[in-house]
């Protein structure tokens, strides 16, 4: 495995410039590579799209439409009886409204599930896990000259600087993988950069 370190960048021209600072402190073309890392839920690992298989902020929403069947049939067929008594309705008429409650009731609460789940800490968690969209630039390093490239890279404007471990082949990160989250270089000294 190789040692990698790269940092983001908004745009390319901002990053070819980094690029091009990388090789005037000495950097070889072939250590060196830049390529857009998709936005969150964009890289495409399923046929249809998206990064996962579900939705986290779902995960609890069979139990709610579960609940909410058996709430809502139960207050239709109240319905349904309550029609037929006073009106001398059809029986047909409480099992439509069981029917319509049961329906009604598995969408509120599949909803309200989804709702509580989506929202409080499943999204957060998927944020803090992955890295944010925009321009990597990304140096083959050895532990003797990572922190030189981190230096370069900040000082040319790049955030997020991380150090991985990967497979460089033919030029590029090959093994890249934008889900896998990133871990910080973290402070480096003045003596080494």
Do not use: C
């Amino acid at each position: 495995m190789s040692l990698i370190v790269a940092a983001r960048f908004t745009t390319f021209p901002a990053a070819e410039d980094a690029a091009a600072k990388l090789f005037n402190a000495g950097f070889v073309e072939e250590d060196v590579t830049l390529f857009f890392v998709n936005p969150r839920g964009q890289h495409a690992r399923y046929p249809i799209g998206g990064d996962t298989g579900t939705d986290a902020g779902a995960k609890d929403a069979p139990k709610g439409a579960g609940l909410g069947v058996t709430i809502g049939a139960v207050a239709g067929a109240v319905v349904g009886v309550g029609i037929f008594a006073a009106f001398s309705a059809p029986i047909i008429v409480s099992l439509i409204a069981a029917g319509v409650g049961a329906y009604v009731g598995s969408l509120v609460g599949a909803m309200s599930r989804t709702r509580d789940a989506g929202h409080a800490g499943h999204r957060s968690a998927f944020h803090e896990e992955t890295r944010d969209s925009g321009v990597l630039v990304a140096v083959h390093v050895s532990p003797d000259n990572q922190f030189d490239a981190a230096r370069v890279l900040r000082e040319a404007g790049g955030t997020a600087i991380e150090r991985a471990s990967g497979r460089w082949q033919q030029g590029r990160w090959a093994d890249f993988d934008p889900l896998k989250k990133p871990v910080p270089l973290g402070e480096f000294s003045e003596k080494s950069a």
